[in-house]
């Protein structure tokens, strides 16, 4: 039952799920990068801790990518069922480390900054999509996704390779069996990681806009000089070129982020 053919021939090395994990993956470096400096109020430390954030995510995704070339696609689901997570822990931290800000009385807040240093543990999901769904910060944006029907659906595809309900995923971990379907989880790979990318790319633009400003306005001031006016409402290219390709072609999502923005999309 040896054959390789499977996994390493066109059909499987060229599928379309790897240049998109290659596009997610350079967003996330961006914004790692840009967000650096925007030290968000209601943490103590120095540098923005959703620097590291994405750039876990981008690795988790690297990972992603590693285990699905080598066809070990059980595993692979697994750390997309992590990306998931990770994903919604991001939009419930940094929301509520807005709404339970007190400028008055509290510099920090005790829920994230306990999270930060690793003494807090995040609530259950029901919990966390409850906080989503009723947020002043992000209730426009919550019925978007598909939170009941699809993302749930999809979260229990990828609970399956978690928790090892299907022998069949068992297999699929195994590229040197002659199994039908690779190329077809492939497939479900591509679905379910460009919804969970659409959904955090549309939280960030919609939430933090700023984290992803073009680089024009800090190099300008570090060189002595004026900055164009306008400038600081300048895209970074990673941005709108991820805009363009997971956003944009959802007419509605693409028009209400670009009103609330305070960046220039295309």
Known sequence: MINHSRVNGDEYQKHHVFDEIGQMMDYYEGVSDTCYSFMPHGTRGIVNYATYVFMSI???LDSVRMLLKEGHITDAFVLIRKYFDTVLVEIYID?????KF???SEIVVKDVDDWICSTHRIPSMKKLLKILKESA?????YPFFGWDSC???NRELLDNDVHVNRYNGLL????????DGRVNQLENASIILKQVFTMHLAFIFYLNGHYMMASDYMDYMEMGLTPPKGCESWIAPYAQDAFDVFIKPRTRLAEIIKKHCSLEIN
């Open 58 to 60: 981008e690795r988790t």
């Open 95 to 99: 929301v509520v480390r807005k709404e």
């Open 102 to 104: 007190d400028w008055v």
């Open 137 to 141: 910060s992000t209730r426009e944006l």
């Open 151 to 153: 993302l749930k659906h």
């Open 172 to 179: 699929m971990n195994c590229p040197d069996l002659v199994l």
